[in-house]
């Protein structure tokens, strides 16, 4: 599975006495990457909405096939991201937006994530 860079914008949360920084996308003039994590060592994946759509295989069911390239464990207990977060003791963190508006275009960032379909784009051809 390779990795490919999504635009996000940076969160502060707090797991135990310390502070992470988490990411989140937002739809701004389209669908956004939507984020998942391993819920068993925390890694991050970025599902781009049109390639779901023009592979013809919905994310729900590729992730069953698949492995984290971190942890090895399937994909297929995956959750949404940061909503759910794995902190760096291994516990589970959640975070939920104050609000829903779109920060400024100066506060974006480009974060590499794992993409589940550069794998599965091998499998079809």
């Not at 959750?79 to 939920?96: A, K, L, Q, R």
């Not at 974006?108 to 499998?123: I, K, Q, R, T």
Request: with cysteine; glycine share 6%; aromatic share 12%.
């Amino acid at each position: 599975m390779n990795k490919r860079k999504c635009r996000c914008f940076k969160a502060i949360s707090n797991c135990d006495a310390s502070s992470i920084v988490l990411y989140f996308t937002v739809a701004d003039f389209g669908d956004a990457d939507q984020l998942f994590t391993c819920v068993h060592c925390g890694a991050l994946f970025a599902i781009d909405p049109e390639r779901e759509y023009y592979s013809g295989v919905p994310f729900s069911t590729i992730k069953g096939r698949l492995s984290c390239p971190e942890c090895g464990n399937g994909l297929v207990d995956v959750v949404p991201y940061p909503d759910t977060f794995i902190c760096p003791d291994g516990s589970e963190g959640h975070f939920s937006r104050s609000d829903n508006s779109i920060p400024p275009d100066s506060e974006a960032v480009l974060v590499e994530f794992w993409d589940p379909y550069s794998e599965f784009a091998h499998d079809s051809h």
